[in-house]
């Protein structure tokens, strides 16, 4: 331990910095409103790994690299430490400088909080409160070793989640000092030696320019979930999305750092799944929108048979895709889902978005490049039915309240949700929300949505797929759960859960068509 403190402390909301029991699936329970976490739950279910002085066994994956790189600047571990967010007073102290804190959701704001109020409020379930993400990282901001030195402290926000802070001008009210947009490998070194230096600094720092794979660093704590990155970016531009996503795509090299990572997460991280994280796994290689399938092929068979070397029982899979992709390059699914499913099925994130061609060419002209706007709903349904015949179970995302929908887009979805009906897919609807909007309003503009007959039809049908196929899969949801008896009683709890909810949805579906008729 050191009594002095560390000089730059990292660390996350609670609720981010807890592998939930080896499943970043199960993690997503964050976004439950604080009613349903008493403070003895909350400690049971986000648990962190650590050691007695408080370092983390696994990280965030992007806190891992914030730290990855600071090492890299010369900096070292009795320097920098990522610190348990429940033992700070174990790694703050007198020469602490610099509390760095990731988030992932730090005012509740997110999509994901938005999706569970209103799962929450069409079952008819309390929501009370705010996100328990949230409220773990108000949590973080009013430990006793953080007002006990807060003096002496810069606290600098970063992550995913960060433009929250600046959106919602809760930036002084919170006493943040420093909140970083973007990639963190070039600007954020550089802050951070400042910071120590005692030098002012821009209390907002912006680094969307996208970093060169070169200077990426490799992690040197597991990450959270057992992942990888492979790529950044993708290149599609979508208006929605971040300008770091927005960037063209970025492949990493195997030798020598996809692979230092994967035998790090598996040697100390304890991971017998290693999950290749990319926004657009397929393109892996690519220069431009068209994949390279030989690029994307030899990177698997590579990661396999490293993977494979420790056992027979260790698996690999990826996370993110689009439709556009899937659907262009049939053969190449079927080539590397047969080595990463051959244990049986896995899930693929895919971000829908919008079936409207309207929409489509106003806010993500490129989403269904090479394909036309017009196809884009055909594309969808064509690209999640190659999935599944290839053991993907897709978790998809369609957003609504875009700027400028009408209810012919809304109807557009409706008829995708049709053509989907048949295939192995959950469909989340998710809120877009004006952010200086939604810190005036709170949710109201949720309940906005809700109230629209059309909108609220839509996320009924979408839900009870949903849940339809959530109770299908119960077993894959807790498959990466350690222990097993967490593992089932868990599966139990959602197996609930799951019922009582669709069991409500589908009588408001029926009650609906009913007053129709």
């Not at 057992?226 to 970025?250: H, W």
């Not at 659907?327 to 899930?347: D, I």
């Not at 061609?357 to 999640?384: D, G, I, T, W």
């Not at 709890?493 to 007053?515: C, H, N, P, W």
């Amino acid at each position: 331990m050191r009594s002095q403190g560390y000089p730059i402390v990292l660390t996350g909301e609670i609720a981010t910095m807890s592998d939930t029991f080896g499943s970043s699936i199960v993690g997503f329970a964050n976004a439950l409103p604080d009613n349903y976490f008493n403070t003895w739950i909350a400690r049971a279910f986000f648990r962190v790994k650590s050691d007695e002085e408080g370092r983390v066994l696994r990280a965030p994956y992007g806190l891992a690299k914030v730290e990855a790189s600071l090492l890299a600047h010369g900096y070292s571990q009795k320097d920098v430490i990522i610190a348990d967010p429940y033992k700070l007073d174990k790694v703050i102290g007198p020469n602490t400088r610099i509390l760095g804190i990731y988030v992932m959701d730090p005012l509740g704001l997110s999509f994901g909080s938005g999706i569970i109020y209103w799962i929450l409020k069409l079952a008819d379930l309390p929501y009370k409160g705010m996100p328990y993400i949230a409220k773990s990282f108000l949590q973080v901001l009013g430990h006793p070793a953080v007002k006990k030195y807060r003096k002496k402290l810069k606290i600098v926000v970063g992550g995913p989640a960060a433009w929250q802070i600046v959106d919602t001008g809760m930036q002084d009210k919170l006493g943040i000092d420093v909140v970083y947009e973007g990639e963190f490998e070039e600007k954020g070194p550089q802050l951070f030696t400042a910071l120590l230096r005692g030098e002012e600094v821009p209390r907002r720092v912006v680094a969307y320019k996208p970093v060169p794979p070169e200077i990426i660093p490799t992690i040197v704590t597991p990450s959270i979930g057992g992942l990888v990155e492979v790529t950044r970016g993708c290149g599609r531009g979508c208006q929605f999305c971040t300008p770091t996503i927005s960037g063209m795509i970025r492949s990493i090299p195997f030798e020598g750092h996809i692979d230092r990572e994967i035998r790090l997460n598996i040697e100390r991280g304890g991971y017998k799944e290693i999950t290749l994280h990319s926004d657009e796994f397929f393109r892996y290689g690519a220069k431009g929108i068209d994949p390279n399938p030989d690029k994307v092929l030899e990177l698997t068979k590579k990661v396999y048979k490293l993977v494979k070397s420790y056992g027979d029982d260790y698996e690999i899979t990826t996370d993110f895709t689009t439709a556009a992709v899937v659907k262009q390059a049939p053969k190449l699914v079927k080539e590397v889902s047969e080595y990463m499913n051959e244990g049986g099925w896995h899930f693929i994130e895919m971000g829908i978005e919008t079936a409207s061609p309207r929409l489509l060419k106003m806010h993500m002209p490129n989403k269904a490049l090479p394909y036309k706007p017009e196809q884009y709903s055909e594309v969808v349904e064509e690209a999640v039915g190659i999935l599944n015949d290839n053991k993907w179970v897709v978790v998809g995302t369609m957003i609504l309240n875009l700027p400028g929908e009408t209810d012919s887009d809304v109807i557009h979805n409706l008829e995708l949700l049709d053509r989907l009906k048949r295939l192995k897919i959950f469909i989340f609807p998710l809120p877009f929300i004006p952010m200086g909007a939604l810190r005036k309003r709170g949710f109201t503009i949720l309940d906005k949505i809700l109230q629209d007959p059309l909108r609220r039809e839509f996320i009924l049908k979408a839900l009870s797929k949903t849940f339809k196929e959530a109770k299908a899969f119960n077993w894959l949801i807790v498959k990466r759960v350690e222990n097993f008896v967490v593992r089932e009683v868990l599966r139990l709890i959602a197996v609930g859960s799951f019922t009582l909810v669709l069991d409500r949805y589908l009588k408001k579906l029926e009650l609906s068509r009913v007053r129709k008729n």
